[in-house]
């Protein structure tokens, strides 16, 4: 069920950036980095249609989240481009070509490398909470910096830094997330009340929208989805053997093939990411 809950998380929110970066791309300006644009853009029905698809992503990757490890997930999740792929290619009209079977291969095949590789397991008891906060802290940290840079930076070089920073935050979020449901597994929901996951879940959620958002706004898809998708399952990863106690198999081959999958993940985000079907892409048809 995890392979189930995971794909079908991923196939909601590729279409839910699909369809909200149709509607950020219209949004004003002056909204950049500011919360005020989530409340402009839920007046767009398209963009409110994204929001479901992706509520509907996050959910399913919780459930996801429940059944697995979070270094079992994140891979899977990071796939939402294949589907954000095959809607841009609907809309388009477009043939795939070679450099898009190139990114399918590679987006999918660094997946399976990864999860076969690593075969991801949790331990019995999560790492200690200094450790989880150096983590947290680390991430955040990256977050604020990147953020800090795009101010300063012209609109057509903003796009990658806000969205990368959105993905630390969402992989940030998915780890709590895991969090949150093992709280409830052991104590119900009162208890979950009682603890600060909750909360910084939410935060990170809204944060991390609004980044979104802003570099949707300031480009087209292809100059913020790849880097989204590949640091959210990066900072999962992170977060999964860093403070919640997942394992990964460390022999030499095993980290080889882990560290060729996540290569080959990222250079498919990137190749699928700048295939002439993604919206905003200038250049003639791939063959």
């Known amino acids: ?27 004003p300006a002056r909204d950049v980095l500011h919360f005020r644009i989530l409340w402009d853009l839920a007046r767009n029905g398209l963009w409110l249609g994204g ?19 979070l270094s079992q ?44 590789a690593g ?3 949790a331990s019995p008891a999560p790492e200690g909470a200094l450790r989880q906060w150096i983590v947290i802290g680390a991430i955040v940290g990256l977050s604020l910096v990147l953020i800090a840079f795009a101010r300063h930076l012209p609109l057509f070089e903003e796009p990658p830094l806000l969205a990368t920073a959105a993905g630390l935050l969402y992989g940030l979020q998915d780890a709590l997330t895991r969090v949150s449901t093992q709280i409830i597994d ?16 939410v935060a990170l959620a ?27 399952p990066l900072a999962g990863i992170l977060c999964g053997v860093g403070f919640l106690g997942d394992r990964l198999h460390t ?8 560290a060729l999958g996540l290569a ?15 919206p905003g892409h200038t250049d003639g048809d791939d063959t």
Do not use: K
């Open 1 to 27: 069920m995890v392979y189930v809950f995971g794909l079908a998380a991923a196939c909601l929110l590729g279409v839910g950036f699909v369809l909200q970066q149709h509607a950020a791309e219209r949004a």
């Open 51 to 69: 929001i479901a698809c992706m509520v509907g992503g996050q959910v399913l990757g919780a459930l996801a989240l429940a059944e697995g490890d």
């Open 73 to 116: 997930v994140e891979p899977l999740l990071a796939t939402n481009l294949l589907f954000a792929f095959a809607l841009a290619r609907r809309l388009s009209g477009q043939r795939i070509g070679v450099s898009g079977w190139t990114g399918v291969i590679l987006l999918g095949g660094g997946v399976a490398a990864f999860t076969l």
């Open 119 to 121: 075969r991801p397991s």
């Open 186 to 201: 052991s104590g119900g929901i009162g208890a979950l009340l009682a603890r600060w996951e909750p909360y910084a879940v």
């Open 206 to 232: 809204v944060t991390g929208l609004m980044l979104v958002q802003s570099a949707f706004e300031e480009g087209p898809l292809r100059m913020s989805l790849p880097a989204l998708t590949a640091a959210e």
């Open 251 to 258: 022999d030499v081959l095993a980290l080889t093939w882990q």
């Open 264 to 278: 080959a993940v990222v250079a498919g985000v990137f190749v699928l990411a700048r295939h002439p079907v993604m």
